[in-house]
């Protein structure tokens, strides 16, 4: 069967509405968020349900063609768009939006892929509940993107990364068939934890339909503050404080650095920044608990007012409502936002281990600064977690071509920081086909041959989103590792 026939007998199958073919209409498909990576796609397929998705891939087996699925495609990697060279088939799952079930006694939510992150969250305080994945894409990215990519965000601090979330999952296989994993189980020991394989794979073992999903006790009490310290050293002593008196109630632990904070004021031009005096460093922290009437804001303000005797923090402030502490998140969220799909900025996402967070900031920034000298570092996000996105502002002046060109050894320069430091290439983005080379310099030859040994067993021809991660007979592998 050729491309032709392939989407001929597709749309047969499927309905002429649900297989994309003109130009207009793919064309948003064929590129990531950042615009980065480009591809022409040979059509967008839609399905309706998961028969629809194991068809499509069926029949783009009888073909021989590759398959890309597509979630919100909000991810940082590349990871939803085809590789360059291949025309791909992109399989999206924005039609696929079903709560199947919410049980409030089991605490699970069983729903379909396509649905997004903010109307699972919503789903579950419906009832009461609480799913704590929360993050600045989540208006937009699906629950299979956030599965395939094990997302991670601002709470995993208290409650872990996507894979701590999941009970079980339904995929539709390289072969077309479908696994039904839809369990709901706390405990099953029964053998290899099979759903885990597929949690941050990138869509290259298999295509994500639907998945039953854990969700807490909803935190009745909250309270936010956000503080001025001297450093991030400063910031990991103030870490360790908060973290011994609150426990694990503490649910966030966010850097701002004020590099990022300037992102935010010049994009939106309204927010003020709740500080009286300017400061280099901020940080925005968060407890939670599902006991009502706790006094947080009380606690929040001994903790703090310690900090502030033993100069830890130059000043800080409690959020006292809602309306304060939303006020706040939007601060934190706008720093990513601000960059999110500017061409001035490199994006990282590294992790180290928590004790190695400042340490990091002070190695990176010599080490980007010796790559091109006027850079500006904007090193903000989940210290608490040890992962802090240590992304690159163009130096004033510079267009984005010239700064792309620096591009590879300006984010050498931060992984081979993180790699010194005992940490990892990518904390919470995932690979795609951002970070192949990166992986293959970070992983050791048996680390990569068991990789391609799971995405051979999985698909052997290669079928499933190609050219990310691994490959069954793998090009990179063989080539000269390259920054
Ligand atoms: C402003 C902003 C802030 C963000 N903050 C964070 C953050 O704090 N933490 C974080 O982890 N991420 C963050 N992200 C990144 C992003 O939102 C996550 O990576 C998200 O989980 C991707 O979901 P998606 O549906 O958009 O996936 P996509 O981008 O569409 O796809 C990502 C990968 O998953 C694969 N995939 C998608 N759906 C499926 C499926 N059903 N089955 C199999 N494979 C599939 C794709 O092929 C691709 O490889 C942020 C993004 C933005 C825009």
């Known amino acids: 069967m050729d491309a032709a026939d392939f989407i001929k007998t597709l749309i047969a199958r499927l309905g002429r509405g649900s297989v994309l073919t003109a130009q207009s209409d793919l064309e948003a498909y064929e590129a990531d968020l950042l615009n980065k990576y480009r591809v022409p796609a040979l059509c967008v397929v839609k399905p309706a349900n998961t028969e629809e998705v194991a068809a499509t891939v069926r029949l783009a087996r009888e073909a021989g063609l590759p398959v890309t ?15 360059k060279g291949a025309r791909q088939i992109v399989i999206s799952l924005e039609r696929m939006r079903t709560i199947r079930t919410v049980d409030p006694v089991d605490d699970v939510i069983v729903c379909d892929a396509g649905i997004t992150l903010a109307e699972v969250r919503q789903a579950a305080e419906a009832v009461d509940r609480y799913f704590p994945v929360s993050h600045g894409g989540e208006g937009t990215s699906q629950i299979g993107g956030m599965i395939a990519t094990n997302a991670g965000g601002n709470n995993v601090l208290r409650y872990g990364m996507a894979r701590a979330h999941i009970l079980g999952l ?60 001297p450093s991030p050293q400063a910031a990991l002593q103030l870490y360790n404080t908060v973290r011994n008196s609150a426990g694990e109630i503490l649910s966030a632990f966010e850097l701002l650095p004020r590099s990022g904070v ?8 309204t927010t003020q920044v709740p500080l009286s005096e300017r400061h280099d460093w901020m940080v925005l922290l968060e407890v939670e608990t599902s006991i009502p009437d706790l006094d947080l804001g009380g606690l929040l303000e001994r903790i703090l007012g310690d900090a502030l005797e033993r100069e830890l923090i130059e000043d800080a402030v409690v959020a006292r409502s809602l309306a304060q502490r939303d006020a706040l998140w939007a601060l934190r969220e706008g720093i990513a936002e601000a960059q999110a799909s500017s061409r001035l900025v490199i994006k990282s996402d590294t992790s180290v281990p928590v004790s190695a967070v400042a340490d990091f900031v002070d190695r990176a920034t ?45 984010s050498a320069a931060v992984c081979e920081t993180a790699l010194q430091l005992g ?61």
């Open 170 to 229: 339904e995929v539709v296989l390289a072969s077309g068939d479908v696994w039904d994993g839809l369990r709901t189980l706390r405990k099953d020991n029964s053998g290899y934890d099979l759903k885990q394989l597929f949690v941050g794979s990138e869509g290259t073992l298999g295509i994500v339909t639907a998945a039953a999903l854990r969700v807490q006790p909803r935190p009745r009490e909250r309270a936010a503050a956000l503080c001025a310290v």
């Open 423 to 483: 940490g990892s290439i990518s904390a919470e983005h995932g690979i795609g086909q951002l970070k192949l080379h990166a992986l293959r310099n970070a992983k050791t030859t048996t680390e990569l041959e068991m990789m391609r040994w799971l995405k051979n067993s999985f698909d052997p021809d290669n079928l499933m989103n190609p050219g990310k991660i691994v490959e069954a007979d793998d090009p990179v592998l063989k080539q000269e590792a390259q920054p």
């Open 69 to 83: 699925p597509a979630g919100g495609r909000t991810g940082f990697a590349g990871g939803a768009v085809a590789r």
């Open 262 to 269: 300037e992102l935010h004021l010049a994009r939106t031009g």
């Open 366 to 410: 010599n080490a980007v600064h010796e790559v091109l000298p006027d850079v500006v570092p904007i090193p903000f996000g989940h210290i608490g977690d040890g992962n802090i996105h240590f992304n690159i502002g163009a130096p004033p002046g510079m267009s984005a071509e010239t700064f792309a060109s620096h591009e590879a050894s300006l």
